[in-house]
């Protein structure tokens, strides 16, 4: 006896598009087969998915909730947490993300990760995962901590190459302490996950148009612009070739020039993955100009029209292989409260509306197929952070999260019908298809527009990254 049969849908599988049923047990897909082969007796429930497209749950690999910013004034901004974040994402498709543990200055990489689980323990409803953000300094024993960090299900080291901001210090990591942490995560099996943006140029940028008066926040791409990204990504990516085996996620690719960075590192046989966001797909930096254009901002910047179709080439060409959304949930008014090139609010709410937005860009605008747009939303992400085949397939022996799209649910996108926050960057958007229900290990938790799900529902993933994503050859 299964606990659910999802009947008829056309599901993405692993291998390809299938109209099947799909059989869930507990909390694990037990079986797939055509249609009708499990007798509705053989189920407790059955839910009709003919005419709509089964996926794996969505999977964000890039969020941080409960996450401090500060405001313009020196006040904190706290942005929404995993309750909020958590839920939203359920009602748009998604049931995994990975923040961040924070591992400052005085404190070990364990002592990181049990205080960020005081944020999402018993309160995530989906499940969840943290990439160790390295801090400035970092202490001489850091290296044997990560090594234990890696081998206890911790296997990602966030990395900034520069303070984004001139405001702000403790980000940046000399290229002395990554080499050692590349050396780390070569030898142990981790995989370092990059903000990088070239610190000299950035901060000349600010100083120049500050010295000029061109504060305005629609100035942002000119500071963190497309020779900042060329020389970051390319330093690093030439750093992590010296240490043989060190493999790296480029978060949040922004710019042509750091797509072409990642093709030649690929190129050479470098394991190297590129992450893009939505928001750099769908915006530019002629959006700023839009009225309250803060929304559209998450750093580094948007960029020019020739930058955004060079990402999208990437996405077809496996050189950006996820979309995320750099998730900061916070209000219309903390968003836009910052107005300058270096005090704008960063981050993005666009965790719900990801899943819906991506398949109107991908599939009916671009014709990419289902697996494609599968494959960038939700099976990458699994695959490169060490997921895949617990998340990110439909498959039997993976978790059933799954989301089932509705391609006839059409119409415009709409802040008040979201469950986010009390604005959406894609207002008027159009939809071509919504998830409707959405099932986390085997619970449904969105039904019709119904929260079935509870704050504690999500588990924390311990993760290992497959030698063959370390190897380069997953990808
Ligand atoms: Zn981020």
Not at 99 to 128: L, M, N, V
Not at 168 to 191: C, N, P, T
Not at 230 to 253: C, K, N, Q, W
């Amino acid at each position: 006896m299964f606990d659910l049969v999802i009947r008829g849908g056309d599901a993405v599988t692993p291998q390809g598009v299938v109209r099947c049923d799909v059989a869930v047990s507990g909390e694990t897909i037990a079986a797939i087969a055509a249609p009708g082969v499990f007798a509705a007796e053989s189920a407790e429930r059955v839910i009709d998915a003919t005419g709509h497209i089964v996926i794996p749950g969505g999977i964000d690999p890039h969020v941080h909730l409960h996450h401090v910013w500060i405001k313009p004034d020196g006040t904190p901004l706290i942005t929404a947490g995993p309750e909020q974040v958590g839920r939203a994402a359920l009602y748009g498709g998604t049931t995994t993300f990975i923040d961040f543990a924070y591992w400052r200055d005085g404190a070990t990489a364990r002592e990181a990760i049990e205080a960020r689980d005081k944020d999402f323990a018993g309160k995530s409803p989906c499940d969840w995962a943290y990439h160790i953000m390295l801090h400035s300094e970092p202490p001489p024993e850091f290296s044997g901590e990560l090594a234990e960090a890696i081998q206890a299900g911790y296997p990602t080291l966030k990395i900034f190459t520069t303070n984004i901001l001139p405001s702000r210090s403790g980000r940046m990591i000399d290229f002395g302490d990554i080499w050692e942490a590349f050396q780390v995560l070569a030898k142990h099996g981790g995989l370092g996950v990059i903000h990088a943006e070239d610190n000299d140029i950035v901060m000349h940028m600010y100083a120049k148009l500050i010295r000029e008066g061109r504060v305005g926040f629609e100035n942002l791409a000119e500071v963190h612009n497309q020779l900042s990204e060329d020389l970051s990504f390319r330093r690093i990516l030439r750093l992590a070739e010296s240490v043989p085996g060190t493999a790296l996620y480029m978060m949040h690719v922004s710019a042509g020039t750091g797509v072409a960075a990642i093709a030649e590192a690929r190129h050479k046989g470098l394991p190297v993955y590129g992450e893009t966001l939505h928001q750099y797909l769908i915006y530019s930096a002629r959006d700023y100009q839009r009225p309250n254009g803060q929304i559209y901002h998450t750093y580094p910047s948007l960029k020019s029209r020739d930058d955004q179709e060079a990402l999208w080439r990437g996405t077809a060409n496996d050189l950006i292989h996820c979309i995320a959304t750099d998730e900061l949930c916070c209000t219309l008014k903390d968003k836009t409260v910052g107005n300058r090139i270096d005090d704008t609010t960063g981050g993005n709410s666009g965790v719900e509306p990801r899943l819906g937005v991506m398949y109107t860009e991908m599939v009916t605008r671009r014709g990419y197929s289902l697996p494609q747009y599968v494959d960038l939303v939700s099976t990458n992400a699994a695959k490169i952070m060490g997921l895949y085949p617990r998340k990110g397939a439909l498959a039997p022996g993976s978790d059933a999260d799954i989301a089932i799209l509705d391609p006839t649910r059409r119409g415009k996108l709409r802040a008040a019908d979201l469950h986010e926050t009390d604005y959406t960057p894609w207002e008027g958007h159009d939809i071509f298809a919504w998830p409707v229900t959405t099932i986390l290990r085997g619970k449904v938790m969105v039904e019709h527009g119904r929260y079935l799900g509870r704050p504690g529902d999500g588990c924390y993933l311990k993760r290992k990254i497959s030698s063959r994503t370390l190897a380069g050859a997953v990808l």
